[in-house]
């Protein structure tokens, strides 16, 4: 068994090259070989969100605090509130993150294949984040 403690890891800043706006990740987890699945608790100030991206097998969001967006490349955009969990399916183009009027925070999981758990996108557009 392995506890990873509260406060043990030090919270980061969301990479401006994959998040648009204020974004913090805290307890980020990754499971032993031959396990492959990791994630994040993940908070978005309003305005802030993912870049686009993939995963290769899929992502589960819980919403654990406020509301924010989600969309699927080629479908409407979604609200998510707390308490709300979302699947995005293997290779599905989307993006995440807070409303433009509140914040959101959310655990992120997903699996690794071949090493990765993420492929990386363009960056979403403000006008495309409010359409």
């Known amino acids: 068994m392995k506890i990873l403690r509260n406060g043990s890891t030090p919270s980061a800043a969301g990479p401006e090259a994959y998040f648009t706006g204020k974004v913090r990740i805290d307890s980020p987890f990754n499971a032993d070989a031959p396990a492959r699945v990791g994630g994040a608790t993940?908070?978005?100030?309003?305005?802030?969100?993912?870049?686009?991206?993939t995963h290769p097998l899929g992502q589960?969001?819980?919403?654990?605090?406020?509301?924010?967006?989600i969309q699927c490349e080629g479908e409407e955009k979604q609200v998510m509130n707390q308490g709300d969990?979302?699947?995005?399916?293997?290779?599905v183009r989307h993006w995440h993150g807070a409303t433009d009027k509140t914040a959101m925070t959310h655990i992120a999981i997903a699996e690794?294949?071949?090493g990765s758990p993420v492929t990386w996108l363009e960056r979403v557009s403000d006008e495309d984040f409010l359409g």
Not at 85 to 91: D, F
């Open 42 to 53: 993940v908070t978005f100030e309003p305005g802030s969100r993912t870049a686009w991206h």
């Open 112 to 114: 690794s294949l071949n």
């Open 85 to 91: 969990i979302v699947w995005i399916p293997e290779e």
């Open 60 to 69: 589960t969001l819980i919403v654990i605090h406020g509301q924010g967006w």
